[in-house]
Structure formats: structure tokens, C-alpha cells
């Protein structure tokens, strides 16, 4: 029965990740509905709180769009992009990297891909190059920063074991950087040179394609003043981030209650989504935007397909691995007892499956914790819960796709030949190998 349902929740995910857009959330909810009904799988809670996290993080980062921010914060990349244009493959990661790792969401990485893409193609840069490895960067980050869901809830599964937030920052961050890099190393030479591209020459044959490619009204228009407005709503966001660091590292600022004799501390999730909502109107009251603005921007937009996406996807991988726990554990734990670190594969398998770094860690960790992996190497395996990636249809991945007009970047054949998975699997495996060298000397 297990590989039967195994098979309904694989198809459902390529089935969805064919439809593209929000086809994978609605095919997990049909997933799950005949994992249900027909096989008798009890459901778990959906991702609620992943959920929310997302939605209020991406409603300050709509609202910091709305407000000019998002623009001001691309200037600077673009700058920063645009002083080096030939070495955008290393530059560009780092850039997506560090407002990830401020953010929380990989999602504020939209509005930095367009960019990118314009500067390599305009450089004769290899489009494919930088974002590829941008978009792996942004998925990186999400295992190193402060306020991630994914973080949030591996420091409340170790924290009962003396493991606080500070324990896996200093191992992580420095990892998921060395991954970026060497990922970036892997792809600079990867494919060919654009100019030598076959479907870029013959793009290259229509006027209009070359028009817009090299509008030079465009670039004039780039260089409009930024209001203050917009700087303001910038500071604010960055102070959102910084206060929400502090809340992570230092808990004690938070709010606690005593509740029929038990100390209730207010947990990471709902003060994020309280800080978050809170910057938004901060935003909105600030810079006197029109609301209709926030919800018409491209980041809203993207985000609430990929909240759709993780409620179906994230709930039906869920539901099926509690319905066939014990199944799994037993095959986990002979592989595990042999070689721990066998158990960062399980990871990496299940956040493919699950779409959610945050789900992986809430089905999977427990039961390395069960397995006696000693917490270090549980901290330095993280990052192996970045395998989304593997199948070419997260929402970072599908707008790299559509910024890149030159078409270099894009889905193979067969689906896993794409151009994201030579960076993917190098920062990964890097990542997870410095992470364990940093837990034996840190921990």
C-alpha cells in the first residue's frame, strides 16, 4: 500500500509542477483528498503557520514594493551588479543571499531577478549563470537566517536540548555561504558562451526581440529619483528584520504568561507575523499608499501562489508520511545506525516531496532526534532541506525562468535536466559537508 500511495503523491507533484502556477497546491489538495477517502489516511494540521509567516512577510514586502522600497533596494544591487557586470555569476548569489537572509523568504528575491538577467544579457553574460545560482542562493539563506520558518522550527525542536538560535547561525550561515560560492564556481562556465547560444541568434534574427532586449528608454527610465518616501519604507522593513533577530536570539524579550502554573512563552511565528503586519501599516500609514497598489504588485502576486502551493503540497507530503511513519522510520533507522549521515538523503528526499523546508523539519527531525543523531550533525544536515529545487517548479524558480528572455534559462526534456540542478546539488552537498566540519569544532 505504501508504494502505492508513494506513486499518487509523486504524480501529484509532477502533475502539478506541469501546470505550473498554483497547479501544485490544488494537486496536492486532490492528493490528499484520495489519500483520504480512498486509502484511510488520517490528515494532519495543515501548514498553518507556515502559512501565515509567509503571508506576512510577503504582505511587508508588497507594501515595501507598493511604497518604492523594493525599487531602492534594486537600485543598490544594481549598482552593486552593475560595477562588476562580469563577475555577476559570484555577485548576484550574494545579493539574493543577504536579502534572504534579512527577509526570511527566499520570495524577496523576485524583484532582484529581472535585474540580473537584464545586466548578464546586456554584458553578454550568460543569463542562466547568475540566475540560477541567485535563485539556489535564496533557498540557501532560508536554512541560515534568524527568521525563517524553517529555523524557527528547528530551534523549537532542539531548544529542549540546550540548542539555541546563536547554535545553529554559527554553523549554517557560514556553510550555506560556502555552498553559494562553490556553486557559483560550478556554474560559471556552464553552457554556452550567450553570443554562441543557438536559440539566442536565432531570437536574435527578430527586431522586435532586439528592440525590447536593448531598449535604451528603459535604462533612462531606470535612473529615475528615488522618493524618501521610499527610503523610509525601506528603513522600516530592515528594522523589522533586525528587531525580529533580536526576538530569535534573545528570547527573553518576548512577551510570557503564566498559564495554570506553566511559563507561556509568545512563540517565533506569531511574533513575526506581529512584527511583519505591524511595518506593513507602519508602511502604508507612512508613505500613503494605495492599498489596491500592495495587492497588485508582482511580490503579492507570487507570494500568494506559492502559500497556495505550500498548503497542498506541504499538507498531502505531511499526511502521508504520518499514515506511513513507521514504515519509513524502520528503513530510516537501519540506513542511519550505519552511517548517520545518511540521514541529510532523507532530507533532502522529503523536502522534494514536502515542498517546505519548515515541513521537512517538522515530519523528519523528530525522528532523527528519536535515532540518537547527536544534535550537531542534525544542525550541520539543515541545509539538505533545500531540495525543492529538484523538481524545476518553486516560485523562484519559474520567474527565473520568465525573466530570462534570452531562454537560456529553462526546464529540459525531462523535467529534472534543468538549469538549476548543478547549482542545487553542489551548495547542498558543500553546504551540508562544511556544516558537519563546523559542528565538530563548535559544538
Known amino acids: 500500500m505504501f508504494w502505492i500511495e508513494f506513486i499518487l503523491v509523486i504524480g501529484a507533484i509532477f502533475i502539478g509542477a506541469r501546470l505550473g502556477g498554483i497547479g501544485l497546491g490544488v494537486m496536492g489538495g486532490m492528493g490528499l483528498i484520495i489519500l483520504t477517502f480512498v486509502f484511510g489516511l488520517q490528515p494532519t494540521a495543515p501548514p498553518v503557520d507556515v502559512m501565515l509567516m509567509i503571508i506576512s512577510v510577503i504582505t511587508a514586502a508588497s507594501c515595501l514594493q507598493a511604497a518604492g522600497g523594493m525599487d531602492y533596494l534594486v537600485s543598490i544591487a544594481e549598482n552593486i551588479l552593475k560595477k562588476n557586470p562580469k563577475r555577476i555569476t559570484f555577485y548576484a548569489p550574494l545579493v539574493t543571499y543577504t ?3 534579512f527577509a526570511g523568504t527566499g520570495h524577496v528575491a523576485y524583484s532582484v531577478l529581472p535585474v540580473i538577467a537584464e545586466v548578464a544579457t546586456k554584458t553578454k553574460v550568460r543569463p542562466e549563470r547568475p540566475l540560477s545560482i541567485a535563485v539556489i542562493a535564496s533557498q540557501q539563506a532560508i536554512t541560515a537566517s534568524p527568521i525563517s520558518a524553517a529555523t ?3 530551534v523549537a525542536l532542539l531548544s529542549s536540548q540546550g540548542i539555541e538560535l546563536i547554535d545553529i547561525l554559527m554553523i549554517c550561515i557560514p556553510s550555506t555561504i560556502c555552498g553559494v560560492l562553490v556553486g557559483a564556481l560550478s556554474v560559471n562556465k556552464m553552457g554556452k558562451e550567450l553570443e554562441k547560444d543557438p536559440e539566442f541568434i536565432e531570437k536574435m ?3 522586435e526581440f532586439v528592440k525590447a532586449l536593448f531598449d535604451e528608454k528603459s535604462e533612462k527610465e531606470e535612473t529615475k529619483t528615488i522618493d524618501k518616501k521610499a ?5 522600516l522593513f530592515l528594522f523589522a528584520a533586525i528587531s525580529v533577530v533580536f526576538f530569535g536570539t534573545f528570547p527573553e524579550l518576548r512577551p510570557s504568561w503564566n498559564i495554570d502554573g506553566e511559563l507561556i512563552k509568545l512563540g517565533m511565528p506569531a511574533t513575526i507575523e506581529m512584527v511583519m503586519l505591524t511595518i506593513a501599516a507602519l508602511i502604508l500609514i507612512t508613505s500613503k499608499v494605495n492599498v489596491k497598489a500592495v495587492s497588485n504588485g508582482t511580490i503579492f502576486k507570487a507570494g500568494s501562489e506559492a ?3 505550500i498548503f497542498g503540497i506541504a499538507w498531502m507530503g505531511d499526511t502521508f508520511i504520518k499514515g506511513n511513519y513507521e514504515f519509513i522510520s524502520s528503513g530510516i ?5 550505519s552511517a548517520p549521515w545518511t540521514f541529510a538523503i532523507a532530507l533532502f ?3 522534494i516531496l514536502l515542498y517546505s523546508q519548515a515541513a521537512t523539519i517538522r515530519a523528519l527531525m523528530p525522528l532523527g532526534i528519536a535515532l540518537g543523531i547527536p544534535y550537531p550533525f542534525l544542525i550541520a544536515m539543515f541545509p539538505a532541506v533545500n531540495g525543492y529545487f529538484f523538481i524545476p517548479n518553486y516560485p523562484t524558480v519559474v520567474a527565473a525562468i520568465g525573466f530570462d528572455r534570452t531562454g537560456t534559462t529553462k526546464i529540459g526534456k525531462y523535467v529534472i535536466n534543468h538549469s538549476f540542478m548543478r547549482p542545487g546539488l553542489v551548495a547542498s552537498f558543500v553546504a551540508i559537508a562544511v556544516g558537519f566540519g563546523l559542528a565538530g569544532i563548535l559544538l
Open 152 to 154: 524557527v522550527a528547528l
Open 349 to 351: 528526499i522529503m523536502s
Open 99 to 101: 536579502f534572504t537572509l
Open 231 to 235: 527610503k523610509i519604507s525601506v528603513a
Open 333 to 337: 533507522e537501519n540506513m542511519v545506525q
Open 307 to 309: 502559500v497556495i502551493a
Open 205 to 207: 534574427k527578430d527586431p
